[in-house]
């Protein structure tokens, strides 16, 4: 238990190969979930942005209709 086998040795290797594979399936994974991550904040940003900009459109509205 203490000492390691060859198959040990070769779990090691293709689970190294799997993480820092420069074109294996792990690695376009992990990019294709970065992505998505940032699609879903820039997503967040702007619903964010939209409600920002429509609470002082209306405000605006109200105001300008008194004035008139």
């Given at each position: 238990?203490?000492?390691?086998?060859?198959w040990h040795w070769a779990i090691v290797a293709?689970?190294?190969?799997?993480?820092?594979?420069?074109?294996?399936?792990?690695?376009?994974?992990?990019?294709?979930?970065?992505?998505?991550?940032?699609?879903?904040?820039?997503?967040?940003?702007?619903?964010?942005?939209?409600?920002?900009?429509?609470?002082?459109?209306?405000?605006?509205?109200?105001?300008?209709?008194?004035?008139?």
């Amino acid at each position: 238990m203490g000492s390691m086998s060859i198959w040990h040795w070769a779990i090691v290797a293709v689970v190294a190969l799997l993480l820092f594979g420069g074109r294996g399936k792990l690695s376009g994974l992990m990019g294709d979930a970065a992505k998505g991550i940032k699609a879903f904040k820039d997503g967040l940003k702007d619903e964010d942005a939209k409600k920002d900009e429509t609470k002082p459109e209306t405000a605006k509205t109200v105001t300008d209709k008194d004035a008139a």
